[in-house]
Every structure is written in C-alpha cells, then in structure tokens.
C-alpha cells in the first residue's frame, strides 16, 4: 500500500539553527500539506502545496518556514532559524485532490523536532 | 471558518463496552468531515469520512459515525471495543469542495481494558 515517508523521525536541533524536514508523498498525489502538532495540543495546519505554488498557508507559517518539491519526489520544509517554540511533531500529508473533494488526505508517521 | 470540539480528552471502555467519541462540529459551509486514528509511534490514518452522500458513514476496524446537521454532532462509534482499538483519535473538518486544509480537534484517547 502507497504511503507517506518521513525523515527523520526525530530530530534535536539547537535554537537559531535551520533544519530541513524530508517528506516523500505518495507518488501520483497532487497536492501536499505540513502540519504540525506541539504536545498536548491540536494538530494544525501549516501549508498546502499545489502546482509547484503555496496554495494556502495558516498564520503559524512565517517568513521563518518555507516548503520546496525540489524534484519530483521529496516535499521539504525548512525552518530557518528554529525557536524553542518549534519545538512539535510535524506531519507531512498528500492527497490526490483538495481535501475538501472526495479525497482523503494520506499522513505520514511525523518528525519529531525538539529545540534545545 | 471551520472547527471542531471533541469532548472528553480521555474515554475508558472494557473490552467488549460500546465505544462513543464525541465530536461537534462549526463550519459557515457545509462541511466535509474526518475522523482519523493515529496508534503509538505511528502517522495518523484516515478511519471514515462524511462528504455529504449518507449521513451514516461505515469506516474501517468496525467504526461508524453519523452526521447529524441538527445536532452540529459527528460522533464516532463501534458496537464492541477491542484492546487493538486503544489509540488517539482526531475529529477533523474542512470547507466545501476546494478547501486545501483539515481543521482538527484536539483528539481523543482511547483507553481499553481487559
């Protein structure tokens, strides 16, 4: 069965430093989401991804994030300088049309980022 | 704007006892509906969805979950707990056909016991 892949599962960076999340969707979806879930609190939403474009982005997604599909595989998000409070489980997600259509989206086990 | 309140942060069951998660819903839209399952160490996995044909929805592993406009409600169900269904559950919600992000609630633990 197709699925998501992340890497790495966990990773511990220290404060101001950039930290790439590696993401591989599933192979024939079109549309490709970060989400993010800090402990003991709701997964949210940070981006979409769509025709090589950000589709929609939530206000959690600052200046300091930015996504790439730098080939036809891997989806990444960056983080340039990391806070403390970056510190979340980050979930890649693709899905074959906008969730809002008869599509689910597909999630992948998740990055554990922890800033010290 | 779309959201979605779960309540109960945790639901104890015996094995066996009817499992009720609770999840109402807000949206300006019709709303499409989600409820995913996510086991330790693992991604979240989709269990069933609500896109406005049949308001009783079937899932997988013996889930369901009924909409109910009237009630705002989208609560999920299974006749039987088994011990593999301990797990954390989300309710989520999106907006109508084109809406690119899944609004979550804040999830729901499921606790089995023998």
């Known amino acids: 069965e197709p699925e998501v892949t992340q890497t790495p599962s966990h990773q511990v960076t220290q404060m101001g430093q950039e930290v790439i999340l590696r993401c591989v969707p599933i192979?024939?979806?079109?549309?490709f989401y970060w989400y993010r879930q800090i402990l003991g609190q709701k997964v949210e939403f940070l981006v979409s991804?769509?025709?090589?474009?950000?589709?929609?982005k939530s206000e959690i997604f600052d200046d300091q994030f930015s996504v790439e599909r730098p080939d036809g595989s891997n989806f990444t998000l960056k983080i340039r300088s990391t806070k403390l409070e970056d510190s979340a489980m980050y979930f890649c997600?693709?899905?074959?049309?906008?969730?809002?259509?008869?599509?689910?989206?597909?999630f992948g086990q998740g990055t554990r980022l922890t800033v010290v | 704007a779309q959201s979605v309140t779960q309540l109960g942060s945790h639901v104890s069951v015996s094995e066996g006892a009817l499992v009720l998660l609770r999840c109402n819903y807000s949206?300006?839209?019709?709303?499409?509906l989600f409820w995913y399952v996510q086991y330790p160490n693992q991604g979240l996995q989709l269990l069933l969805k609500?896109?406005?044909?049949?308001?009783l929805v079937k899932g997988i592993n013996g889930f369901e979950a009924e909409f109910k406009k009237s009630e705002t409600s989208f609560h999920l169900t299974k006749p039987s707990a088994h011990m593999s269904d301990a797990a954390e559950y989300f309710c989520?919600?999106?907006?109508?056909?084109?809406?690119?992000?899944?609004?979550f609630g804040t999830g729901t633990r499921l606790l089995v016991s023998p």
């Open positions: 997600a693709s899905s074959a049309d906008a969730v809002g259509g008869q599509d689910e989206a597909f």
């Open positions: 989520a919600v999106s907006g109508s056909r084109g809406d690119q992000k899944l609004v």
């Open positions: 949206s300006s839209v019709p709303p499409y």
């Open positions: 991804f769509y025709n090589n474009e950000i589709s929609e």
């Open positions: 609500y896109t406005s044909a049949a308001t």
């Open positions: 192979s024939n979806h079109l549309y």
